[in-house]
Structure formats: C-alpha cells, structure tokens
C-alpha cells in the first residue's frame, strides 16, 4: 500500500507520533498517516517541542513497515529517507531548495524548516514498525514563532515569497516518502545516504559545533559514511564518526 493511502485526519491531537504509534500497535498497515491541523504536545528530537501552532504547518506521522513482514529496511536511515522526503515536497510545491542537517533538520538560509523525528517498536501486539513523524512550517509569519525561537525559525512561506497550502505540500510529501521508503526497500542505501549528503545545511569543510552525550566539541564537517554516519576531524583527534549528536551547528 502506497505511504498516504490512509490517513487519520485531526483536527488536534497531543502528537500526531503517538497517535501514530497507537495505531501501529493495533496492526494499522504500512503506509498508514496521522495529519493534524494542531499539535498541543508536538514532540522533536532529544525531548525537544516542536511549535504547532493550528492551521500554519503541516504536522504529520506515517506507520512504515517492512515488505510482508520482513523487517523494516535499513530503519537507521529512516530519518535521511524523511529529510529526502520532506525537501522534495518544499521544492515540487513551492520552488524552495532546502538544505539537510544531520540527521533531522529541513533547513533553509540557515534556519529551521522543518523537522523529522522517527521512533521505532520492534516484537508486540503491533508487530515490528517505525512511525516517522515530520513538522513542516508552511504559512508561518516571522510573529507565528516564539520569542525564543524566532530568529532560528523559518516558513515555506517566508522562504518562497508566496503562500502554498498544507494540502498541496502534503500530496507532494506522500508521493515523496513513498518513493524513498522504496529506495530503501530496493537496497539502494547508498543513494539515500549520497543524495542526502548533496543537499548539506553546510558545505563540506565547515568549521561545526557539536555536543554529545560526552561532551562538546568544535571539529570540521566531513561528510557522511557509508552508513550514513556523521563524519568530522577534529584537531589533534583525526577523524571521528558519531551517529549520534545532541546538537550539531556551523560556527559562523
């Protein structure tokens, strides 16, 4: 089944991911989606909120699994498929190229666009899925964001110069999710990882902040492995590969 071909529709829910996942674990069928016109509890990566103000943004999960029960195909790089998904649909509906941050952020002149958050479940009454949350902002104004997140803060809308409609963006989102998912599902997790890696937030050889688990550290963005992996050398250190971060930013 085509991802899209079901969806929930809401008027608000507390997070259209837990939503999502409430369905998965009643047995809802791959490609099943939660669109809600609010968030009251939206949920980003690391514990964050994502702002879900109603009627501005497009605020969406989709149910994904794998091919007749099989397992979920490369599932670490569900969040690099999503982000592919996502910039395809902000540029086929409004002309706005985005930029992909590693390995959640749709961004564009520097500032965040959009965002991707994908958990997993494997084994239960639900069977093994992921539900793939994404938060688009499409008609937001500079004075739709909170104070604190303003100047980080950006908006198809505010991007392209012209409004589009959640509906439009979300039609181009389906058909894109769809056709990565299945890029993976092919086996082809090189043209996810290299096409993703085409679009940078920052250009290779960038001076990055980033911050772990373990700590902070300035290092110099290199790119991704082969399995989609953040790569950066550090001073003194070579090269390190994470795949994980807790914040990953270019020093201006």
């Known amino acids: 089944m085509p991802v899209g071909a079901i969806v929930h529709r809401l008027e608000t829910v507390l997070s259209t991911n837990d939503a999502a996942r409430a369905l998965a674990l009643q047995g809802a069928a791959h490609g099943t989606a939660v669109l809600a016109k ?14 879900s103000p109603a009627g501005l943004g497009l605020y969406a999960s989709f149910i994904l699994r794998g091919p007749a029960g099989a397992a979920l195909p490369f599932p670490h790089l569900l969040p690099l498929a999503a982000g592919l998904a996502a910039s395809d649909a902000v540029l086929e509906t409004s002309g706005v190229a985005c930029g992909l941050k590693w390995p959640n952020d749709v961004v564009h002149g520097g500032k965040k666009l959009g965002g991707i958050l994908c958990e997993g479940v494997s084994g239960g009454a639900g069977g093994d899925f992921a539900v793939v949350g994404i938060g688009l902002n499409v008609s937001h104004g500079p004075v739709d964001f909170p104070d604190d997140i303003r100047e980080a803060s950006t908006s198809i809308k505010m991007a392209g110069g012209r409004p589009v409609t959640v509906e439009a963006v ?11 998912y299945n890029v ?8 996810v990882i290299r096409t993703f890696e085409s679009r940078p937030a920052f250009p290779r050889g960038a001076a990055v902040r980033i911050e772990t688990s373990a700590g ?9 492995d082969g399995e989609g992996r953040l790569v950066v050398t550090r001073p003194g250190a070579g090269t390190t590969v994470l795949d994980a971060v807790l914040k990953l930013d270019r020093i201006s």
């Open 38 to 51: 609010e968030q009251t509890r939206g949920r980003g990566t690391k514990g964050r909120v994502w702002h």
């Open 170 to 180: 979300w039609a181009a989102l389906c058909g894109a999710l769809d056709r990565w």
């Open 216 to 224: 902070t550290f300035d290092a110099e963005y290199r790119g991704l």
């Open 184 to 191: 993976l599902n092919r086996g082809d997790k090189e043209k």
